[in-house]
């Protein structure tokens, strides 16, 4: 109660003063409101554009802008000269948030400019719409309408330090879907000292902070004890947020031919950035935001060569995927100083926050002639964004742990071909898989499985698939072609029972080292998830189907929230990422029909063996079956080895097979 009334009583008192345009209780400093603003007035303005070192340049009023301002609020147009703007070629991103002064008093931030100007006309906001964001309760989510699409914010520079150029060129992809543009930007000597904000200095909005650093660079508008505000338009336009503060250095001004920008440091953290809304940011010093920690160590197999990276990361749903690979890539690409082909094996772990929720453990290898860097994080990136997005339940991370091993060998198998022991079956029994494999340049070697006929598993004909782990079924993509369906449309028709069935199906997903032996319906295509073949590795879902509601249970009546029936399956691990596929057609039939089958099957057996012993005899004696001399016959290596249990032939060339 006591809380709620201080909050009151602070928003009332804050009104009174931004509406006489006195001074702040706290603050040494007078605003000047709107209503006293006219055409004409002549003011200056204040930024660096090198070092720490606050200049100032001429600020003459054109006028007011009604309603082009945050949730409908008005802007002042001013005109800039001098020699600072004659020398930076006019207003330069990274200028957002220079305060600007008329008799003395704060009249508000430059924030916003006219497309292709000359960088002489700008825009302000004023400070009593900025100071705003200082009364925002944490729980408030309201939105503040955007500007004048006449009009475009004085964007913010956003700093990376700490990147290879091959991991600036990924972070640069990436960024795209943020609308944002990084520059890589060095470090200055002064980077580790804290020093407190002051009006006109250079403040960064972080996103990325530890062995690397990304950061939006800006000005401070104004600055009243542990409280700031700057930058005077949106940096994310998130609302109520968490970035980390820091301070910034500049370099110097590089101009352009679109608009010139400051090129700066991501220096010492000094607080956090709480606000993000319209008219600007707000920020506390001395506070440290919540956080993802993220560890990555990358060993180069090749040179022995070993690097860790250590960071710490805004905790926000939809950038942290984004943050968080290329942040690995980063590491990768430093370890390895290289690009091109290999082989990685990683294994990751998710920490929760809660930590009464499970963590999230999962490892894999890929295989790349491209870009092994690119290629190793993409599964990371589905994983995070599914379960930080996921529709049940927060999950918010707490730490990230990445570990792999890289070399540029090529450690790939291709599946040549299986056998399956016995071929009739009833529910319940265990059927024996061994897969015959090759390695890329490397010797042939075998993986036994044992895979076991679901209990409610139908009479008739069965097909059961053993492929590699790289090779997935596409009902999915069957839909998509079949329905033109878009990927989040396919992503919307996904059916989970809760958070905890979404999160076994992510951990328990098949791996691209994996023999996989599982039954499959007769319709489903099958596609090698082989960078060869134009695709990348992903989480996919591959419950088969005949219409969009494929991946509903098969015994469900395809009500939300339904659980999906898992398709039976068995594998086994191997040294390689494993390409190739095919199926064995069994019959299930009843246990007492079965029975009879199998003692038909052995006899059959047993005479087929009993005429290869004869025929070896005859040629052994230099005859042919009509007693004639012919010389020895080879039978291709198919070789019986009879199987005691079941009394069947087991052949790694099954004939039940089909050829892969």
């Known amino acids: 109660m006591h809380a709620m009334a201080s909050k009151k009583i602070k928003r009332l008192a804050l009104s009174i003063c931004l509406a006489l345009g006195s001074i702040l209780p706290a603050g040494a400093e007078e605003f000047l409101p709107l209503s006293d603003v006219r055409e004409g007035m002549h003011g200056y303005a204040k930024t660096v554009v090198h070092g720490t070192k606050i200049d100032t340049f001429d600020v003459d009023v054109l006028g007011i802008m009604k309603n082009k301002g945050s949730a409908g609020g008005d802007l002042v147009l001013v005109k800039v000269s001098g020699p600072l703007i004659d020398e930076t070629g006019g207003i330069a991103q990274g200028m957002s948030g220079s305060p600007v002064y008329i008799d003395g008093r704060l009249l508000g931030a430059i924030a916003y400019g006219f497309p292709q100007s000359d960088g002489r006309i700008g825009m302000v906001t004023p400070i009593s719409d900025m100071l705003r964001l200082w009364t925002i309760d944490s729980g408030e989510e309201k939105k503040e309408s955007g500007t004048d699409r006449d009009l475009i914010p004085l964007a913010t520079p956003l700093m990376a330090s700490g990147y290879t150029p091959s991991g600036m060129e990924f972070l640069t992809d990436k960024m795209k879907d943020f609308n944002m543009v990084p520059y890589s930007a060095a470090s200055a000597g002064v980077d580790e000292m804290p020093r407190p904000l002051e009006a006109g200095g250079a403040v960064s909005a972080t996103l990325v902070t530890g062995d690397l650093k990304l950061g939006a660079v800006g000005t401070v508008t104004y600055v009243d004890k542990d409280h700031m505000v700057a930058f005077g338009h949106p940096f994310l336009d998130k609302g109520s947020s968490a970035y980390f503060m820091h301070n910034s250095y500049i370099f110097t001004v590089v101009p352009s031919r679109n608009i010139p920008f400051k090129l700066g440091s991501v220096g010492a953290e000094i607080g956090m950035v709480n606000e993000d809304r319209g008219s600007g940011i707000s920020g506390l010093s001395g506070k440290v935001p919540e956080s993802v920690r993220l560890h990555s160590s990358v060993l180069d197999e090749d040179t022995g060569r070993t690097q860790s990276l250590n960071v710490r990361m805004v905790q926000n749903e939809r950038m942290l995927p984004m943050l968080s690979v290329t942040s690995v890539y980063n590491n990768m690409s430093n370890t390895l100083d290289r690009n091109g082909e290999g082989t990685v094996s990683l294994s990751y772990t998710l920490f929760p926050e809660d930590l009464k929720k499970r963590p999230f453990t999962r490892s894999n290898m890929y295989w790349s002639s491209k870009d092994i860097s690119e290629r190793s994080v993409d599964e990371m990136y589905n994983v995070i964004r599914i379960l930080e997005q996921n529709r049940f339940e927060p999950y918010k991370l707490r730490d990230i742990s990445v570990d792999m091993k890289v070399t540029k060998d090529r450690k790939t198998a291709q599946l040549l071909d299986a056998s399956a022991s016995p071929t009739v079956v009833s529910p319940g029994d265990t059927i024996y898989v061994r897969a015959r494999l090759a390695p890329y340049r490397g010797e042939v070697f075998y993986k036994d499985l044992a895979f076991t006929v679901p209990k409610d598993q139908p009479l008739g004909t069965m097909i059961l698939e053993v492929r590699g782990g790289g090779v997935v079924p596409l009902p999915y993509l069957i839909q998509q072609q079949k329905y033109n369906l878009t990927d989040e449309i396919l992503e919307r028709i996904r059916t989970y029972k809760d958070f905890n069935d979404l999160f076994d199906k992510l951990e328990k997903e098949d791996k691209n080292n994996q023999v996989v032996v599982e039954i499959l319906d007769p319709n489903v295509s099958m596609i090698s998830r082989d960078e060869e073949n134009g695709t990348k590795a992903e989480i996919q879902d591959k419950r088969p189907s005949q219409n969009p509601d494929y991946l ?35 019959q299930v039939m009843a246990p007492e029909d079965r029975d009879r089958a199998l003692r038909k099957l052995a006899k059959s057996n047993q005479k ?51 050829r892969l």
């Open 552 to 586: 509903k249970g098969k015994k469900g009546d395809g009500k939300e929230g339904e659980k999906e029936e898992d398709s039976p399956k068995s594998s086994v691990d191997t040294d390689y990422v494993v390409y190739g596929d095919g199926q064995f057609t069994f």
């Open 608 to 658: 087929m063996i009993a005429d290869m012993k004869n025929e070896g005899k005859d040629s052994i004696s230099g005859k042919d079956k009509d007693g004639k001399k012919e010389e020895t016959k080879e039978e291709n290596g198919k070789k019986p080895d009879t199987d005691k249990k079941s009394g069947t032939s087991y052949f790694l060339m099954s004939d039940s097979m089909t």
